[in-house]
């Protein structure tokens, strides 16, 4: 049902059965490691295109969650997935591999938690029984069609964030044992004027805020209710930007439990500039590092808050400025 202006609350709190994430070899070589169910040594994985590659991180990762839910693809009602890609191909051609029924989605890099509230208002609609979500990013392919090729070496800003290669995926599902989605907070468009493509934690910073916001007063909660709320790859930069915006927004969320997945993933290497960013990042941390600490019983109630910034190549040369979004998924110990 839906709860205030903008939030489903899902009465029925479907089940993430079970999650997975996929990484390459610069994310084995960082902190969150051990909470990959596959990493690779090879960023080409074997295939002839980083695009390729890509896709095959997808593949893995639908893969590796449907087996740790014990199903098999025929049980599968919808495959809800999108990338950072032109046309979505990574998800598209993986869609084509599993052979599910598909939904493609494009939020950026807020598709991770784009893709968990349909696939939980899905299943608590009664719609369907098991919905596989996910999304993927890989770095090199994301350079070459938001940036410059890596092979250019070209310089980049402090703002600048690094894009993870890799993949993270859910299995939502009516009945089964994990933690549950109690709600999802669809965010608006917020564009502030930053045209900087290398300032994307600058510029998704006040969709975070929105959208935080929106969840808390729709739900009627109080600040301190989630044992973290956790942004999807805002990074330093953006970490830094939204502390501040809180606290003058009277949103008292301790700010010892707001974290971020772009600070999460690569600790404070300062090769990745301003953190982690991608699809990939917010999916990865979320379905590996956090889930599996809520399964550990560290964790009771968790606010993901993906951002995306809706920017093409084509919008970026023709001056416009970077709309931006936030979704907010719950996700409540069993």
Known sequence: MREGHQTWRFANKPVILASSAVGGPFEASHPLSDDFDTLHGDIWLGQDSWEQAERVLLEEAAEKAVEKAGLTNDKIQFFLAGDLMNQIISASFAARTLSVPYLGLFGACSTTTEALALASLLVDSQSAEYVLAATCSHNASAEKQFRYPTEYGSQKPPTAQWTVTGSGAAVVAAEGTGPR????????????????PFNMGGAMAPAALSTIETHF???NLPFDYYDLVVTGDLGRVGHSILSELLPRHQIAIPLDRYIDCGVLIYGDDPAVQAGGSGAACCAVVTYGHLLNRMRAGELKRILVVATGALLSPLSYQQGESIPCIAHAVSIEAD
């Open 181 to 196: 989605v109690t709600s999802a907070t669809i965010g608006r468009v917020v564009d502030m004027g930053i045209s900087d």
């Open 217 to 219: 007063r729709d739900r």
